[in-house]
């Protein structure tokens, strides 16, 4: 079983569209997390999740909604895709908000905006 | 703000050769440190952390230890593999309740025959 999924893999839209990504994870951990990786493959965090409250919130634009329905789902909504939206969208998870716990990573969601 | 220094990649090396990516940061307190693996297509695995000064973190052959005096964390594996052909990333979490990961640029590491 994979611990945390992703979907879809890869999502190819037009400007101006909105679009969803989910993610699950079955590791009952409590903390979820949003990060972006470019195409430098710089990684930088969006946004985090415990126990379905809002922990995190970095400088993204308001363009992006999360939405954790329970501690196992954390969904990233995006409104009105602009060309610089392109990027890998990856989920974690951690047991705790801690920074002494390991973060799980999903396989990433290829997004391409046209 | 907190942030982490890599080398810049790529770094090319011959099966068996010693390897170092080195690693420093900026943080207040006493933060977390870790190496996270990517490899090609895939999401991020961790391969190693420590969580206090001096502590060292090891796996599959690698190594880091934590150096609060020269604030750094550098990965260091003694004799790579093809198979360890990756994008390296150090990386460190700020004590606090609201913990977050905060990447280096990542390292591209070539391992060939």
């Known amino acids: 079983d994979t611990a945390v999924s992703q979907t879809p893999k890869y999502l190819v839209t037009q400007m101006g569209n909105d679009k969803s990504i989910k993610c699950e994870q079955n590791?009952?951990?409590?903390?979820m997390y949003w990060y972006k990786q470019d195409s430098k493959k710089f990684l930088k965090i969006m946004f985090s999740?415990?126990?379905?409250?809002?922990?995190i919130n970095e400088t993204v634009p308001n363009r992006f909604s999360p939405k954790s329905p329970d501690k196992a789902h954390l969904n990233l909504h995006i409104n009105s895709l602009e060309l610089g939206d392109s990027a890998v969208y990856f989920c974690?998870?951690?047991?705790?908000?801690?920074?002494?716990?390991?973060?799980?990573f999903g396989p990433g969601t290829r997004l391409t905006v046209l | 703000g907190d942030s982490v220094t890599q080398m810049e990649g790529p770094v090319t090396l011959s099966e068996e050769a010693f390897l170092t990516i080195n690693c420093t940061y900026t943080a207040t307190g006493y933060p977390s440190l870790f190496w996270y693996v990517q490899y090609p297509g895939e999401g991020l695995q961790l391969l190693l952390k420590?969580?206090?000064?001096?502590d060292k973190g090891s796996n599959k052959g690698f190594e880091a230890t934590y150096r609060k005096e020269t604030t750094s964390f550098h990965l260091e594996k003694g004799s790579v593999q093809v198979s360890d052909s990756a994008v390296y990333f150090c990386a460190l979490a700020s004590t606090g309740t609201a913990s977050k990961l905060t990447f280096g640029t990542g390292t591209r590491l070539q391992v060939t025959l």
């Open positions: 420590a969580t206090k000064a001096d």
């Open positions: 974690a998870s951690s047991l705790l908000a801690s920074s002494y716990n390991e973060q799980f």
């Open positions: 590791l009952g951990h409590d903390t």
């Open positions: 999740y415990n126990n379905k409250e809002l922990i």
